[in-house]
């Protein structure tokens, strides 16, 4: 299936434009969705992660502690390192998985982290960047999870800088502080659009000869 990365920095709204694509007939990915599943109670990186970090990485509930790893990661590089070692490979081969069952106009891969892994660019057709400004993204991540933006900084600064995603992109959508619910829905249906017209072509080219 023709294939979109839909990817942008914490805050910069990506979950928004996902759930309408999936409305309007994608197939949406979702790799945070996997993560958080993966390290839920009784995951499939549940072991492994207690192997690596000790029993103070799960929770009481058996869950991954997420405040507990988020802060050991942030210390030491080689930390994060070690995690995404380990999660990142699960919620790949559960993206291919899901994809391969998948019915839909395209395929979608929610993946925040997309331009910083490297290998998603080459697993998809177009890397569509939900762009946003730095403050606005502190604003938004602030009033829907209560961190201080000292704490948004430290997230942020582990993900690629705006610049280097739009780099990255084939597609922008623009999401700042001045763009309103009405007008990001209005970039995404057309992109939609064009998107599916990229998918109808693909299916014809990829048709057997009668």
Known sequence: MFS????????????QVAQWL?????????????????????????????????A????????????WMRAQAFADPAVRQRLEGIVHPLITQSAQQQAAQASGTYLVYVVPLLVETGHWQARVDRVCV????????VRRV???????????GRIMSTQASRETRLAAADDVIVNDGTTSLDTLRQQSWRLHQFWCGHA??????TLPPK
């Open 130 to 137: 939900v762009d946003c400004d730095p403050d606005t993204q």
């Open 56 to 67: 103070a990485a799960i929770a009481a509930d058996g869950s991954l502690d997420r405040a």
């Open 22 to 54: 999936d409305q309007w007939g994608a197939a949406v990915i979702d790799t945070d969705q996997i993560a958080h599943a993966l390290t839920a109670a009784g995951g499939q990186a549940i072991a492994a992660l207690r192997g690596a970090f000790g």
């Open 200 to 205: 109808l072509r693909s299916r014809t080219l």
């Open 4 to 15: 979109i990365g839909l990817t942008g920095g914490i805050g910069s709204g990506k979950s």
């Open 142 to 152: 602030s009033a829907r999870s209560g961190l201080t933006p000292e704490a948004i």
